[in-house]
């Protein structure tokens, strides 16, 4: 059975009138290429934040889709000064585990953020593990936000121009991958599948995969060896961030 999806965020449910923090599940799966792997799409209101900075054993992936966001990077539960950082649509943090991190809105709009968590799934085998002692002494990624921003605003020259923005090992991962692409309009790639999972979530524009268009909050996923293709149907160029986890 396939857990892949191609979802349209199109509409925001209100927020919950406790909390002000409505998470909304997408993907909760155990697979080969990225272990233990969580999506979910979060809607946070004015004022408020999901929980104090915490910590987990998943590394995660937090992309800013709608509003002004501050990310909350902290040494410990009550770090009298941790570094907050302001993020917009078009901007993404990643933490390794072991961060303490939390989201928060001080603006007076809500916030839209997408998530992704992967893990050991409690299969790893002996050789893994040792390959995975082997990759910790090495220097693995480390807490870190980027901005896509700059990236959007330079034309692609050619129909299909992807530019990396991270890419190393992970305590999860041999290789967590990284680009953004730009897809003019007419352009793309004919259905192919990769030996890792993938997800794409689109910024600007319109792509079409696999029969079926997204726009404006998009994202999709595909499972290692999932078929999926790639065009561009519009008028302007579309723009989508890949995140690659390779086992």
């Known amino acids: 059975m396939s857990f892949s999806f191609i979802r349209q965020i199109e509409r925001f449910p209100a927020n919950s009138e406790s909390s002000g923090w409505t998470p909304h599940p997408l993907l909760h799966r155990t697979t080969p290429s990225a272990g233990a792997l969580t999506c979910h799409f979060s809607v946070l209101a004015p004022g408020k934040t999901p929980h104090p900075p915490h910590v987990h054993v998943e590394d995660e ?80 990624l480390t807490t870190e936000t980027f901005d896509l921003r700059p990236m959007l605003e330079v034309e692609a020259g050619s129909g299909f121009a992807p530019t990396l923005v991270m890419e190393g090992p992970t305590r999860w ?35 079409m995969t696999q029969g079926k268009c997204l726009k404006d909050r998009g994202v999709a996923f595909f499972e290692a060896g999932e078929p999926h293709d790639m065009h561009n149907p519009g008028n302007d160029t579309a723009a989508y961030f890949v995140l690659e986890f390779h086992r």
């Open 61 to 140: 992936i937090l992309i800013v889709l709608e509003g002004e966001a501050e990310i909350v990077m902290a040494d410990s539960p009550g770090d009298p000064d941790p570094v907050v950082v302001p993020m917009v649509r078009g901007q993404f943090s990643y933490y390794p585990t072991g961060q303490h991190h939390t989201i928060r809105n001080a603006s007076d709009s809500d916030v839209v953020y997408l998530m992704f968590k992967w893990a050991d799934d409690g299969r790893e085998t002996a050789l893994e593990r040792w390959l995975r002692r082997i990759r910790s002494n090495r220097r693995i």
């Open 173 to 207: 991962l041999k290789r967590l991958h990284c680009h953004l692409s730009r897809l003019k309009p007419g352009a793309g790639y004919e259905t192919h599948s990769d030996s890792h999972d993938v997800a794409i979530v689109l910024l600007d524009g319109e792509i």
